[in-house]
């Protein structure tokens, strides 16, 4: 079983001195708005609304941290960024966004890696490229190629490479792993629940040993 399943809400940092302290292995969910990222978070965390939990008023323009572990311990967090790019004010909302999200992602320590959400039919935007400045240059990345379900088979493959070559360009490409993904289908929520658990620490279960005799 995932450990991402055992995620429920633990907190809403509006200002960076509201950040739990740092330490805790934190993997970070950022893309655009619409790219599906609330639906990707409430799919792979098994649960049906815990990201739009994200859209609460006041925590629209938050990190809202979901905690995860077995029982009561917490293992890891999993950080869902504001969702960028929205048309109205993009000024005064970039700022914000730089401002809270973009430091965070450069200043934490306990980030592990970054999971981005983009949609197949639009790639790797400006907005995209903007936020992907602000990552430390070696962060390991996740991409999600989100509702792949809306692409013919042969043009999300040929898509998928055509982003890699995108991350590439932009010095990505060695520690990025591009996933097609759709919440609605249910593609590729197998890889990246590992390679999110991955992030955070997690590990596959030993193979079981069968007891040898003698
Ligand atoms: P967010 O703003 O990034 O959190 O995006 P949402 O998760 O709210 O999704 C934005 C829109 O895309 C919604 O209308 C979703 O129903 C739709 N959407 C999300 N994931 C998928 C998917 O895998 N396939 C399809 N066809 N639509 C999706």
Same mark, same amino acid.
Request: net charge positive.
């Given at each position: 079983?995932?450990?991402?399943?055992?995620?429920?809400?633990?907190?809403?940092?509006?200002?960076?001195?509201?950040?739990?302290?740092?330490?805790?292995?934190?993997?970070?969910? %950022?893309?655009?708005?619409?790219?599906?990222?609330?639906?990707? %978070?409430?799919?792979?965390?098994?649960? /049906?609304?815990?990201?739009?939990?994200?859209?609460?008023?006041?925590?629209?323009?938050?990190?809202?941290?979901?905690?995860?572990?077995?029982?009561?311990?917490?293992?890891?967090?999993?950080?869902?960024?504001?969702?960028?790019?929205?048309?109205?004010?993009?000024?005064?909302? /970039?700022?914000?966004?730089?401002?809270?999200?973009?430091?965070?992602?450069?200043? /934490?320590?306990?980030?592990?890696?970054?999971?981005?959400?983009?949609? %197949?039919?639009?790639?790797?935007?400006?907005?995209?490229?903007?936020?992907?400045?602000?990552?430390?240059?070696?962060?390991?990345?996740?991409?999600?190629?989100?509702?792949?379900?809306?692409?013919?088979?042969?043009?999300?493959?040929?898509?998928?490479?055509?982003?890699?070559?995108?991350?590439?360009?932009?010095?990505?490409?060695?520690?990025?792993?591009?996933?097609?993904?759709?919440?609605?289908?249910?593609?590729? %929520?197998?890889?990246?629940?590992?390679?999110?658990?991955?992030?955070?620490?997690? /590990?596959?279960?030993?193979?079981?040993?069968?007891?040898?005799?003698?």
């Amino acid at each position: 079983m995932s450990v991402l399943v055992t995620a429920r809400f633990h907190t809403t940092v509006a200002q960076a001195r509201q950040l739990p302290p740092d330490g805790i292995p934190e993997v970070a969910f %950022i893309g655009r708005s619409n790219a599906g990222k609330s639906s990707a %978070i409430n799919v792979l965390c098994q649960r /049906r609304r815990l990201a739009f939990a994200s859209r609460t008023p006041g925590r629209t323009q938050a990190l809202n941290f979901f905690a995860v572990g077995r029982g009561d311990e917490i293992t890891g967090f999993i950080v869902d960024t504001p969702g960028y790019g929205y048309a109205a004010a993009p000024g005064a909302v /970039r700022g914000a966004w730089d401002a809270l999200a973009g430091t965070y992602l450069q200043a /934490r320590t306990a980030l592990q890696g970054a999971v981005l959400m983009l949609d %197949i039919r639009r790639e790797v935007t400006d907005l995209d490229r903007h936020m992907l400045a602000w990552l430390p240059p070696a962060l390991p990345l996740v991409v999600l190629l989100t509702k792949c379900d809306k692409l013919a088979a042969s043009r999300q493959t040929i898509v998928r490479r055509q982003v890699m070559a995108q991350l590439a360009e932009l010095g990505r490409g060695d520690q990025a792993r591009v996933l097609l993904f759709s919440a609605t289908t249910r593609k590729g %929520i197998d890889e990246a629940r590992a390679a999110v658990g991955h992030l955070l620490g997690e /590990r596959p279960d030993e193979p079981k040993k069968t007891p040898t005799k003698g």
